[in-house]
């Protein structure tokens, strides 16, 4: 079969980065007064997540050092809901995976399932609270604040989803997951959080915003009573912020990598156009026909959630799975139906060939194409000859590649998208 030219684009995003992100962390915490919110003495639950966020281990750190040097006592706790396999040596796992260890960050980690139920929100909800963390003074979200994966609203992925979701472990994750059909997701963290806030459990939160090239944009330590309008505030910075497809209709999306530490759903429903998301409308853009994706990150421990959002995969990928941890994740969440598994083949070659045989008339070699590393990797971009003329005209994209066939090794898959 005939199969389109390619060639390689760069993608022009606006990308401040925080250039000494331990000075930035003492910064922010000096200028919230942490020194009269935690008290000498007092223990602090600092709460590390199961995303890629970058530079995580250095903020813990940088937090447990600031709050060692004011005579607290802080350790860390995994904030992930049910992630890890729903167990408590799997979540110190996942911490370790992205570098956040006692050695690395200097304080105990104290991992468990158990949860207390600390009280109930106006519409008759438990709240549960990781034991670890309802034993302390104070509970420190720290998080990267984004575009959710599952719905919209003011407030969306950051440290108040980390209070609800993460520090609820998964017996909290799974309840509020079940309330959303309910009540909506933005009422139930709102809610939840505020009972925590309101009865002094949350001490103060960190969050971080990325650009688009996985940087650490912006950090900003948030006093608990100003945490619900500082997030909306850094939600909408995030937003502008992040990266994103360079053309917002085609026929075929190549996913070199999907992953736990790429996204919760593995490739980021912003990005992609696609949420599967009950009683939520899907996006309008971007408009892509068929996604293929090609492999399962290593750092996935084989947990696919979000597979399912693609039409096309492969035999790899599909052997690398857990079917543990990818169910688990899924029945926790309420989203079987984002994991199903999608037709695969043994090679990417015979993959794409079909995909392209699926998008309609247009003839496989004249389809418009685009082809990335992952959805947090967009700042160079494969696109097709179809699509060219159209990135010619853009300032904010740039040619840098020549065009090409598209190209398989002798085993049939693509090569690495940057060459080793």
Known sequence: MALPNMVRIKQHFDAPVVADLPAAVKEELDQIGTASIVGKGDSVAIGGGSRGVANIAVVIKATADYLKDI????????????????????????????????????????????????????????????????????IVPINRIK???????????????????????QHGANMYHRAFFHYGFEHIIRTVTGLLIDAGRV??????????????AKVAAMR???IMRRERELL????????????????????????????????????????????EPEPEKPAIVRIFVRDLTDDSDGN?????????????????????????????????????????YDTDREAIEIALNTVGLTPPEESKVVRIESTLGLGEVDIS????????????????????????NADGNLPAFHEE
Do not use: C
């Not at 360079?246 to 593995?266: C, E, H, Q, R, Y």
């Open 71 to 138: 005579g607290a006592k802080p350790f860390v706790v995994p904030a992930m809901g049910s992630h890890g396999g729903a167990t408590a040596e799997g979540q110190r796992a996942v911490l370790e995976h992205y570098g956040v260890t006692e050695e690395t960050v200097g304080v105990p980690i104290k991992a468990t399932m158990e949860v207390v139920e600390i009280g109930q929100t106006a519409d008759e909800l438990p709240v549960f609270l990781d034991t670890h963390a309802a034993n302390a003074d104070h």
């Open 147 to 169: 575009a959710h994966t599952d719905f919209r609203g003011t407030v969306e992925s950051g440290t108040l989803k980390m209070l609800t979701i993460g520090f609820g472990k």
């Open 224 to 226: 608990a009573d100003e």
């Open 203 to 216: 001490g103060f939160g960190v969050g971080l915003v990325e650009n688009a090239h996985e940087q650490t």
């Open 236 to 279: 909408v910075e995030s937003k502008s912020l992040m990266g994103r497809l360079p053309f917002d209709a085609f026929d075929l999306l190549i996913v070199d990598w999907m992953g736990k530490n790429i996204s919760g759903t593995g490739m980021d429903t912003n990005i992609i156009g696609r949420m599967m998301q009950i009683l």
């Open 304 to 344: 696919a959630t979000g597979v399912g959002l693609a039409d096309f995969t492969t035999t790899r990928l599909v052997e690398k799975m857990d079917r543990h941890a990818t169910y688990m994740n899924g029945i926790t969440g309420m989203g079987p139906q984002k994991s199903k598994t999608p037709f695969y």
């Open 385 to 408: 000859e179809a699509l060219l003329e159209d990135a010619k005209l853009r300032t904010d994209l740039e040619v840098t590649g020549e065009l090409e066939p598209l190209a398989f």
